[in-house]
Every structure is written in structure tokens, then in C-alpha cells.
């Protein structure tokens, strides 16, 4: 037996699943709602469907921490920076506010409910730690793994992961207004007067350079960000559909041992040819 073949066939067999990885393109994905017609009711994602696959293993925010947030000025509907805003005749856990805190966050974005958001004024900034209720690991169909919803297709958002300890990881990545595709539905919330589109970014987890994630940091820094008005769900990546990496080792490694086994079956014949 010669260790290079068998070497050589699990790199040959790892090698074509990493590049299949790696060459799903950042597409776009839809949002599979229980309704699109009014924009001002409850809209609930369902699932997505991206490259081909549709899945629901969502997980949402459960916790927002760390949060800095423009104060609010009592004289000035449009001061303060995020609040919370819901769909004109949308259903909220809680009452939306405009000076919301940590908890009541947390409730607008920790649901399916794309009418519940986060409103971001003009000018004001924000750093917010979310974290979700589940771990977030790179999937093998290639599919992004974070899914954010802007209204009105306008502001920026700046990312950037956090490990279970809070600890920032990987890099941070500015989601910009222009690289929003459609979202192909519209809502009208609370704070405006009449229905503005979606525009939607997905994200894998090595744009932002790392293989998992306990969280997101979200920043809005100010006029130049033009308040993104947002929600974000992300897929945790875990599927029994999907075998493990260990797995893949012992595909590779019997890919490997068929190869060998064939060689050897050649030469077999090929010395019998020649007796
Ligand atoms: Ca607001
Ligand atoms: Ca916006
Ligand atoms: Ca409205
Ligand atoms: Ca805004």
C-alpha cells in the first residue's frame, strides 16, 4: 500500500467538498412568509430557500447585551438612535418603544415576525451585543448563515462575531445599503407613514472569518450608516442531513481504500496478462 495514493484520494475527496463550499456565491435568498399583501400585519418567515435548499433551522436573539444607544430628547420625535417598531397592525411580544431597553430589544428581534424590528433614526448610533439562543456553525450546503432584513433599502450595518465569553472573533464586516438585493415584500410600521420596501443580506460565517459564533455585535455609526432599520435571524448549520466532519474523514478514507483496491485489482489483472 502506498500512503501518498491513499493520502492523495482523501485531499482529491476533501478538496472538491471544500471547493463546493466555497463556490456557492453570496446569492440572494428568499424569505418564505406566511403573506406578502399587507404590509402592515404580521409577516412570518416560514423558511428560506437559498441555492436550491430550504431550511428553517432558525435560531433568534435571546439576550442583547452590552448596549450603548443614543439618548432620546424628549423635544425631538426624531432623536435617540434604536428603537423598537412593528407593522402598523402588527402583533409585538411587548409594547414598542422609542427608548427601548435591553429586554424589549431582545423580544423585537428574538421572533420570526418580520413587521418587529429595529428602527435606527437618522443620525443617532448604536452598539448592541446579540446573542442567540443557540451556537451558529458553518453549514456544508453553503448557505449564509445570517439573515438580515433592512427597511427601505438605505442604511449600513457594521458586524462582527463574539465566542461564548463575549469575546470579539474573526473580523468585522461593513453590510452595505448597496449590496442589499430585494426582499420582494414591503412593510409599513409604526413610525412611517406609508410602505417602504426590504431589502435583505445574508452572511456566511467566513466573511466574517471564523467556523462558529455564540453572537453578533451590531453598530450603527451614525448619519454616514443612515439608521438601519433591521432584524436579523440566523441558521444554527446543525442538520442530521448533513454529515459531520468526522464523517467526511471516513468518507474520504473509504473513497481512499476503493481507489487502492481498484489499483490493486489492475495490477492483479495486469500480471495475470502477463503470466
Ligand atoms: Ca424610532
Ligand atoms: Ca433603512
Ligand atoms: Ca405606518
Ligand atoms: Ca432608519
Known amino acids: 500500500m502506498k500512503l501518498t495514493n491513499l493520502i492523495a484520494s482523501i485531499s ?3 478538496g472538491s467538498v471544500v471547493m463546493a463550499a466555497n463556490s456557492a456565491q453570496a446569492a ?3 424569505s418564505n412568509v406566511n403573506q406578502k399583501t399587507d404590509s402592515k400585519a404580521d409577516i412570518l418567515l416560514q423558511s428560506i430557500t437559498q441555492n436550491g435548499t430550504t431550511f428553517n433551522d432558525f435560531t433568534y436573539v435571546s439576550e442583547v447585551k452590552a448596549l450603548t444607544n443614543t439618548a432620546r430628547k424628549n423635544t425631538n420625535v426624531n432623536s435617540g438612535a434604536a428603537s423598537t417598531d412593528r407593522g402598523d397592525n402588527a402583533t409585538s411580544p411587548v409594547t414598542a418603544s422609542e427608548d427601548p431597553d435591553r429586554n424589549e430589544l431582545a423580544k423585537f428581534l428574538g421572533n420570526n415576525n418580520l413587521n418587529n424590528i429595529v428602527d435606527t433614526e437618522d443620525d443617532g448610533t448604536f452598539e448592541m451585543d446579540l446573542i442567540f439562543k443557540n451556537a451558529i456553525f458553518a453549514n456544508l450546503q453553503g448557505t449564509d448563515s445570517l439573515f438580515f432584513w433592512e427597511r427601505n433599502m438605505n442604511s449600513d450595518l457594521l458586524i462582527q462575531a463574539f465566542d461564548q465569553t463575549g469575546m470579539l472573533i474573526g473580523n468585522s464586516l461593513k453590510l452595505l445599503r448597496q449590496s442589499q438585493t430585494n426582499a420582494g ?3 409599513d410600521t409604526t413610525e412611517i407613514g406609508s410602505a417602504q420596501k426590504v431589502g435583505n443580506w445574508g452572511v456566511k460565517l467566513e ?12 453598530i450603527s455609526e451614525g448619519a454616514a450608516f443612515n439608521g438601519p432599520d433591521f432584524k436579523l435571524i440566523a441558521r444554527t448549520g446543525v442538520s442530521k442531513s448533513v454529515p459531520e466532519p468526522g464523517m467526511l474523514l471516513g468518507l474520504g478514507t473509504l473513497a481512499g481504500a476503493a481507489f487502492l483496491l481498484r489499483r490493486k485489482s489492475e495490477q492483479n489483472s495486469a500480471i495475470k496478462a502477463a503470466q
Do not use: A, M, N, P
Open 207 to 218: 466573511e466574517l472569518g471564523v467556523t462558529s459564533l455564540s453572537g453578533i455585535r451590531v
Open 185 to 187: 415584500f414591503q412593510i
Open 12 to 14: 482529491l475527496v476533501i
Open 28 to 30: 440572494s435568498f428568499t
